[in-house]
Structures are given as C-alpha cells and as structure tokens.
C-alpha cells in the first residue's frame, strides 16, 4: 500500500509564483521573434520581472515558506534587513510540497537568466546583457532575503529551545531547593 501523495495546499499562490517567473522569461526569449524594438523587450520583461519580485516577496513566500522580508534605512543612513516568519509550529506544518516549488523556481529562475546572460554577453549584446542583469539582480534579491529570513527563523527556534531548557531547568532547581 504506498502513502498518500501529498497535493499543493496552495495552487493558486504556487501558479501564480511560477507563472510570473515564466512569463518574464518566455517574454524575453521569445520576444525577438515578434519584436525589433528593444525598448518594447526591455520595458516588458523588466516590468514582467519586477512583478514577479514583487509576488515572491510579498505574497508567495508568506503563503508558500511562511516568511516575509524587507530592508530599512535607519536613521543614520544605514541599511537594515528585517525579517518575519510564523511561529515555529506553524512553520513546522508548511506544506512540503508548497515549500519544494517555492525554493527550486526560486533558484531556477536565478540559473536561467544567468545563463541568459552568459549568452547575451558571448554575442557581445550589451543592450540584452542590461536587461537580464536587471532581472537577475531582482530574482537574487529575493533569494538572498529568503536565505537570510530563513536563516533568522531557525535562529530564533534555537534561541527559544534555549530559553526553554534554562527556565525548566531553573524552575526544577528552584523546586529541589524549596523541597529541601
């Protein structure tokens, strides 16, 4: 008898994180084939690109890995990462499925304008080379902030399982001195 097969607990928030990526993607490479304009392709898939950076990091990383991040300049002019998760139970019940497709699309996508890069550079396409550096910096953004924010929830469980065992640990010695 084999397991039940877990399904996506969110589908419309897991479309809509793929089709974004895909869109601005597909858009850019095809985009020579319909296209001569290269203000049409670079308005388009930059646009394409920074609504996809814009779900990821406001609606599909809440939904699909429970976290959420943003970047502040302080008031002394520096800049300063803040970071938000569920709770850890909460994080501990995320969809495995959501969580997988949320991460490899996320990498995917940085890969493949990388090497849409790589191409646009070997055919010495400095105008193309502009474009994906945009989106590339974009999907990396959202990477790195992820990263950090996922780094930051685990931090914050090992400092409560911490806390935890020094009070328990604290209250039962308290409770052996008052015995005695």
Request: hydrophobic share 55%; glycine share 4%.
């Amino acid at each position: 008898m084999q397991a039940p097969v877990e399904n996506y607990a969110n589908p419309k928030t897991c479309l809509f994180h793929v089709l974004f990526k895909g869109a601005a993607l597909a858009f850019y490479i095809l985009s020579a084939l319909f296209f001569n304009s290269f203000v049409i392709i670079f308005v388009v898939t930059v646009l394409l690109a920074a609504l996809d950076f814009w779900v990821v990091k406001n609606v599909s990383g809440r939904i699909l890995v429970g976290l959420r991040w943003w970047n502040e300049i302080n008031d002394l002019g520096e800049s300063v990462w803040k970071f938000e998760s569920l709770d850890q139970e909460s994080l501990a019940r995320m969809n495995k499925k959501d969580s997988w497709l949320f991460w490899w699309t996320l990498y995917l996508a940085a890969a493949a304008w990388f090497i849409l890069g790589v191409f646009s550079l070997i055919r010495f396409q400095a105008d193309y080379l502009l474009v994906v550096g945009v989106c590339l910096s974009l999907n990396v953004a959202n990477i790195i902030g992820f990263t950090k924010c996922k780094k930051d929830a685990k931090k914050q469980l090992q400092q409560f399982a911490s806390q935890t065992i020094a009070s328990r640990f604290q209250s039962t010695v308290q409770s052996a001195f008052t015995l005695v």
